[in-house]
C-alpha cells in the first residue's frame, strides 16, 4: 500500500498538527506484556486486561508479586516492541489521519531508557505495520513537552502535566485497558477509541479557526 503525505512544507501553518502515541494509541503494550507473561509463567495469575489500573504494567505486578517476579525484563526483551498486536482500528484511524490534507501527522513516542531493542524495533513496528513511509513521521523523546502540535493522541492521562515545559498541544487521551475508568481532567477530551467520531471533529474545529485567523489578517 503506498501512502503519499501531502508535501508539508508548502502549507505547514495551515495544517493542524497531530501527533500520535504508539505504546496503548497504535500498539497493544498491555496485550503483548499479557500474552509473554502467560508464556513464560503458565502456572502463576495473572491480571487480566480489564483489571488494569496503572499506566505502567510492571508497577502493577510488582504490588502483586513484590519482587519475585520481573514483569520489566519481559518488556526490555529482544522482539517485545516488536510482536506487540496493533490496537483496534489502528490502520485504519492513521490512514484516514496521513490521508487528509489538511493534517500534518507524526508518530511521537517515548522510547526506554534501555533503548537496545525499543528503538529499533519500534521503527520496525511502524513499518510492518503502518508502512514504511510511516517511519519518516517518528519522533523519540522521553519529554513531548517539547514537541509542537496542536493535538497529542496518548493514554497517559497525566502526560500534559510531565515534561519540562508547557505542553502546546491539546490532550486528547486515548481509552484503553489501564485508564478505561479515568474521568478526563486539564482539558482533556477522552476518545473511545480509533472510531470516536470526535477524533476528525475537534480537527475539523482546529482547521476552521486556523484558517479564521487568514480571514481577519
Ligand atoms: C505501558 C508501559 C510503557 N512502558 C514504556 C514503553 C515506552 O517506552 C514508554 C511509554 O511510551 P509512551 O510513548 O508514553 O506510550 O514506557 C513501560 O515500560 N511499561 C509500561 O507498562
Ligand atoms: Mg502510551
Not at 34 to 62: C, G, K, T
Request: charged share 25%.
Amino acid at each position: 500500500m503506498m501512502v503519499i503525505f501531502p508535501d508539508s512544507a508548502k502549507m505547514f501553518d495551515k495544517k493542524v498538527c497531530v501527533l500520535v502515541d504508539m505504546d496503548g494509541v497504535l500498539c497493544d503494550f498491555d496485550a503483548g506484556f499479557l500474552q509473554r507473561f502467560r508464556q513464560m509463567h503458565p502456572d502463576l495469575p495473572f491480571i487480566p486486561l480489564d483489571e488494569r489500573n496503572s499506566v505502567y504494567v510492571e508497577e502493577q505486578y510488582m504490588e502483586m508479586f513484590g519482587a519475585s517476579v520481573d514483569a520489566r525484563s519481559i518488556v526490555e526483551e529482544k522482539d517485545f516492541f516488536l510482536n506487540l498486536p496493533k490496537i483496534e482500528g489502528a490502520l485504519k484511524g492513521m490512514l484516514s489521519l496521513a490521508g487528509r490534507d489538511d493534517v500534518n501527522l507524526f508518530i511521537c513516542t517515548s522510547p526506554l531508557r534501555k533503548f537496545e531493542n525499543c528503538v529499533l524495533e519500534k521503527y520496525r513496528w511502524v513499518s510492518n505495520n503502518l508502512g514504511k513511509k510511516f517511519t519518516e513521521k517518528i519522533i523519540l523523546t522521553r519529554d513531548k513537552s517539547v514537541v509542537n502540535g496542536h493535538f497529542l493522541i496518548d493514554d497517559k492521562p497525566d502526560i500534559s502535566q510531565q515534561g519540562s515545559q508547557v505542553a502546546r498541544w491539546k490532550h486528547l487521551l486515548f481509552t484503553t485497558h489501564h485508564n478505561r475508568h479515568v474521568i478526563p481532567e486539564n482539558g482533556q477530551i477522552k476518545l473511545s477509541g480509533w472510531n470516536d467520531p470526535v477524533l476528525h471533529t475537534v480537527i475539523d474545529e482546529k482547521v476552521k479557526e486556523i484558517n479564521s485567523y487568514d480571514a481577519v489578517s
